[in-house]
């Protein structure tokens, strides 16, 4: 009964995602299982490796892929957003790594896995 | 109670921003996967039931007619705060049927009793 979803529908540019990932990090340091990331609205340019934030500010897409790297965290896309913003999201399923500006880490979904992610969870949590 | 239900706060007014377009998508999947979700108007958000808007006037979709396939979707729970109203001197009239006018209390209550919520 500790299945948190986090939906993030803040861009990297708010101060929001670190309370987001620091929300998860601790969330995780507690044992409680993540069910997965859903990025919508602005939060989809978390995915976009192009932003580029000055090396002494908060660097929250390197801590989102540590995040996928150590937990194995699904971190879900909406195609529709992401492509409404610029991320090249057809071409994240080309056989050449990195021809898109979406970082690996994350995938393309649809809002119908954020109806499973929020029917999966106990909980979830909208930053 | 197995089903879950999500309740989606609508905050803003309709043309300023994208956010009740994104937030109808939500709540559309949710009616279409057959899940309960109910939808609340607050603040700014309330602009979005005002009747006789058109968007095409300011070059923008007009998202807001889809509000009448609410009940294709068996979307029925429809929550507009009363203060947010009167705070903007708008009418009880609006531009879809079945919307339960509630005192900022009531609203809250009724919020409390859903799963998941939203905040758009």
């Not at chain 1, 150590?70 to 195609?79: A, G, Q, S, T």
Request: charge should be negative.
């Amino acid at each position: 009964m500790n299945k948190l979803a986090v939906i993030i529908t803040s861009p990297p540019s708010s101060n929001l995602s670190v309370t987001a990932i620091e929300y998860i990090e601790a969330a995780l340091a507690l044992q409680i299982e993540i069910v997965g990331i859903f990025f919508y609205q602005d939060g989809v340019l978390h995915a976009n490796t192009y932003v580029e934030l000055p090396s002494d500010e908060y660097q929250a897409q390197a801590k989102w892929l540590a995040l996928k790297k150590e937990y194995n965290l699904p971190l879900h896309l909406c195609v529709t957003a992401a492509s409404k913003r610029g991320l090249q999201v057809d071409e994240t399923i080309s056989t050449e790594p990195q021809s898109s500006n979406v970082a690996n880490a994350f995938e393309i979904s649809g809002l119908g896995e954020l109806v499973e992610l929020t029917n999966y969870a106990d909980r979830v949590v909208q930053f | 109670m197995t089903k879950k239900t999500l309740a989606i706060i609508n905050s803003k007014a309709p043309y300023s921003f994208n956010h009740g377009k994104d937030s109808l998508d939500i709540a559309l999947i949710f009616g279409s996967y057959e899940q309960g979700v109910s939808l609340f108007f607050q603040g700014d958000g309330v602009f979005q039931l005002t009747p006789n808007q058109d968007g095409e006037q300011l070059s923008l979709k007009d998202y807001l007619k889809t509000f009448s396939a609410f009940e294709f979707y068996d979307i029925e729970d429809i929550y507009v705060c009363l203060e947010s109203l009167q705070e903007r001197s708008l009418a009880s009239s609006f531009h879809i049927e079945n919307v339960n006018i509630l005192p900022a209390v009531d609203f809250a209550h009724k919020l409390k009793q859903h799963e998941n919520i939203l905040r758009f």
